[in-house]
């Protein structure tokens, strides 16, 4: 199957009460991992990367790679560049057959995020792809996080509707209390908030931040219109501190066996991932 736009899995999810997991990946091994998965539990997903990854691979050689993997899964799929810093990093990618781009410019003006958003949307509409704005800026939750303003600004229903109404983007990224990274204490999250932004907005909105959030807590945002859920740092802690603990111990120093065992542990997140989102058995 081919990568297809994220509006068509979001658009599902979001009628069918359900949310997209949207996954971090950097490398030929972790977009298998999610697709293996996807396919085993027979859900949609998306494979989500951004500034943070293009260092050690840019947009032209992961798209490459992405549709040739998915060549081998039947599961619906969409390529996303997430947190798109500027116009030309948006442009790169839509180049490289991203099926859906995010410019994150929440942390500017209001009038300078519409009129940079309007110009994404004229860019990419007329190729298919998905766009997706933020409006409200999320935070990190320490300095170990490359995503997200130093500190988080809540997003105003009332300015949502306006933006949403003045860009055209397919789908909206609220900031209500979530945070990127691994939360140290639970988040608490204003669903009152995310209650007005829905009947304000007619398009789906995002979620950011959802490593470490509690299940109750998801299970709630999704039923308040959140159709897409972004899943980072969960994934790379689990790469991460697998490596560590192997190579601690002197084992596994042929890195393809330690990377075995490092993505098998990233592939039960994912799983865990796919079913907290309830988008097991939607694809």
């Not at 990854?53 to 619906?76: A, N, Q, W």
């Not at 300078?112 to 935070?139: C, D, F, M």
């Not at 789908?171 to 990127?180: D, K, P």
């Not at 299970?219 to 969960?234: F, T, W």
Request: aromatic share 6%; net charge negative.
């Amino acid at each position: 199957m081919s990568l297809i736009p994220s509006l068509e899995l979001i658009r599902n999810a979001y009628s069918r009460g359900y949310a997209v997991p949207s996954f971090c990946t950097w490398n030929a091994e972790s977009v298998k991992t999610v697709l293996d998965v996807a396919e085993e539990l027979k859900a949609p997903v998306m494979l989500m990367n951004g500034w943070a990854e293009f260092p050690i691979i840019r947009p032209c050689l992961h798209s490459t790679i992405t549709y040739g993997l998915m060549k081998r899964y039947t599961v619906p799929a969409a390529l996303h560049l997430d947190h798109g810093q500027s116009l030309d990093e948006v442009k790169e990618c839509i180049e490289a057959n991203y099926t859906s781009v995010m410019l994150d410019y929440s942390a500017k003006p209001f009038e300078e995020n519409v009129e940079a958003l309007q110009h994404v949307v004229q860019l990419a509409r007329p190729r298919g792809i998905t766009v997706e704005g933020e409006l409200g800026a999320v935070g990190m939750v320490d300095n170990t996080v490359l995503e997200g303003t130093l500190e988080s600004t809540l997003t105003d229903p009332d300015a949502a509707e306006r933006f949403v109404e003045e860009t055209g983007v397919d789908m909206l990224a609220v900031s209500i209390g979530n945070a990127h990274g691994m939360y140290r204490e639970h988040p608490k999250f204003d669903f009152d908030l995310l209650g007005r932004i829905r009947t304000r907005v007619a398009v789906p909105l995002v979620l950011h931040g959802g490593s470490g959030t509690p299940l109750e807590d998801l299970k709630r945002a999704i039923a308040l219109g959140i159709a897409k859920i972004n899943v980072a740092s969960e994934l790379v802690q689990a790469v991460r501190t697998s490596l560590i603990e192997q190579w601690g111990q002197g084992k596994n120093l042929w890195v393809p066996l330690a990377d075995e065992h490092a993505y098998g542990i990233m592939a039960r997140v994912v799983r865990t991932w796919i079913e907290k989102t309830g988008a097991a058995g939607k694809a």
